[in-house]
């Protein structure tokens, strides 16, 4: 069974540094498209940013294009959100999601078929 488990969610303060990881059950990224997605309160959910199977693309939506960065371990079981200089404005529900053989990755959130449960990640002004 496909499974998605994410960590490292909490508070943030504007200009700072958080690491989301979002952990496989049952199986390797080796062909799978991940996702960042969020959604932020009374708006819809956006993608974030996404890595293809094999790292072989990344991709960012252009407000985080700079601050984030999305990279996968060397086993292919872990991919992890690296989030600097937080603004008020990343403040959303953000979570990671898996795609199989979407080649190269997307930032639609509904080509995604798997889901992590979402972490609140709230940066404060």
């Known amino acids: 069974e496909v499974q998605l488990a994410e960590a490292g969610g909490g508070l943030v303060q504007a200009g700072g540094s958080l690491r989301r990881s979002c952990a496989a059950s049952?199986?390797?990224?080796?062909?799978?498209?991940i996702g960042w997605f969020r959604q932020a309160p009374g708006k819809e959910r956006e993608g974030v940013s996404c890595?293809?199977?094999?790292?072989?693309?990344?991709y960012y939506t252009e407000s985080v294009n700079g601050r984030f960065t999305i990279s996968s371990d060397s086993a292919k079981t872990t991919v992890y959100l690296q989030m600097n200089s937080g603004r008020p404005e990343d403040t959303a529900v953000y979570y990671c999601?898996?795609?199989?053989?979407?080649?190269?990755?997307?930032?639609?959130?509904?080509?995604?078929?798997?889901w992590g449960q979402g972490t609140q990640v709230p940066v404060s002004s």
């Open positions: 049952g199986f390797t990224f080796d062909d799978y498209a």
């Open positions: 890595i293809s199977s094999g790292d072989s693309d990344t």
């Open positions: 999601a898996a795609d199989y053989g979407l080649l190269p990755c997307g930032l639609e959130w509904n080509t995604y078929d798997y």
